[in-house]
């Protein structure tokens, strides 16, 4: 065959095809979720999520610590409160377990990047992500308050980057004036901008005891069957509220969303590997049905090829380690 393009010829050897590459997973990149409980006082790992735990504050340094030995300089702290409320009052608590884990690690690394996820549902008795009425409807504009509260408080103990997850309209704006008015101007949002009602945070629920008591987020969280131009849209309205980032939840099955966010704004563009996507790669590679380090490194190339600068992500301190080991 006379062939004027060989494609073959740039996949030759390791060298040409290093050469050739151009997506590459920095541990500086990823950011690694941390659960804190007030429920436990040893570590409890989570069934779902094998090899992810919920920590007492007592043992929390050590995971900061394996995070920060393997190259991961950022974490996003979730909380699970031994009292729950209606109104979530220990979200916004000043001695509220994420207000005191943040103070720990920050005294213990000072340069570590803190976010933490601002939402509701895991400190609500209802497990909603806002107030809700008698009939059981989730409150939009009264919940704003409360978002903002705990953003105040998160970064008063001393979190750099805010992350709310609620989907709640309006709250990155006032969470922003919030923050600005108690001096906290140099903290920075990253919001959940297009955050899916989806099937995969089924892990997550039992990792932070999150799950709604009764209904479902679909009347706050994205539509999975909603198309392109409504993210585009949430995401426009977080940008133009003053979110620092863009935060497109899940990641897997959302890729498309991650590549348009890329495309038409100028934020750094995160995505969240979600509970889901971990677990069903843990359960294939426990079955020895897939080799989890070549699926979990083809992932995240799938995501920083897709657009994505930032990935939250359960296997962070894996991949870290993995790239250290020159494994990938
Ligand atoms: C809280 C929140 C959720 C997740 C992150 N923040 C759950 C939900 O919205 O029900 C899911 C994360 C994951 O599945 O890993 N609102």
Not at 164 to 184: C, E, H, K, N, T
Not at 206 to 224: L, V
Not at 236 to 258: H, S
Request: charged share 25%; with cysteine.
């Amino acid at each position: 065959m006379k062939l004027t393009h060989r494609m073959r010829r740039l996949r030759r050897t390791p060298a040409i095809r290093r050469m050739v590459q151009n997506v590459y997973i920095h541990p500086e990149d990823m950011i690694y979720p941390i659960f804190v409980t007030e429920l436990a006082d040893q570590p409890q790992e989570v069934s779902s999520m094998p090899g992810v735990y919920q920590f007492p504050l007592d043992h929390v340094l050590s995971e900061v610590d394996r995070c920060v030995k393997a190259g991961v300089e950022a974490i996003m702290l979730f909380g699970l409160p031994a009292e729950k409320d209606p109104q979530g009052s220990q979200a916004y608590a000043e001695d509220g377990i994420v207000q005191e884990a943040i103070r720990k690690i920050r005294a213990a690394y000072p340069d570590l990047i803190i976010s933490t996820d601002v939402c509701l549902c895991e400190y609500t008795s209802h497990g909603h992500c806002g107030m809700i009425t008698a009939e059981g409807q989730v409150q939009n504009d009264v919940t704003l308050d409360l978002l903002a509260k705990t953003a105040v408080s998160h970064a008063r103990a001393g979190a750099d980057i805010l992350s709310p997850s609620d989907m709640m309209d309006g709250r990155v704006g006032v969470i922003r004036q919030a923050l600005d008015d108690a001096g906290f101007e140099h903290v920075s949002i990253m919001a959940h901008c297009a955050k899916f009602a989806s099937a995969f945070y089924g892990p997550f629920r039992d990792a932070a005891d999150s799950a709604p008591q009764f209904g479902d987020r679909k009347s706050y969280q994205m539509d999975p069957a909603s198309g392109t131009r409504q993210a585009l849209q949430e995401i426009a309205l977080d940008v133009d509220e003053g979110t620092d980032f863009i935060i497109i939840k899940p990641a897997l099955a959302y890729l498309d969303l991650v590549n348009q966010a890329a495309e038409n704004f100028l934020q750094p563009i995160v995505t969240y590997n979600v509970s889901g996507e971990y677990a069903m790669v843990k359960a294939a590679a426990q079955q020895g049905w897939i080799d989890e380090k070549k699926v979990v490194m083809e992932m995240m190339k799938a995501f920083k090829r897709a657009g994505a600068d930032i990935i939250i992500t359960y296997h962070a301190i894996d991949v870290a380690t993995w790239l250290k080991e020159g494994q990938q």
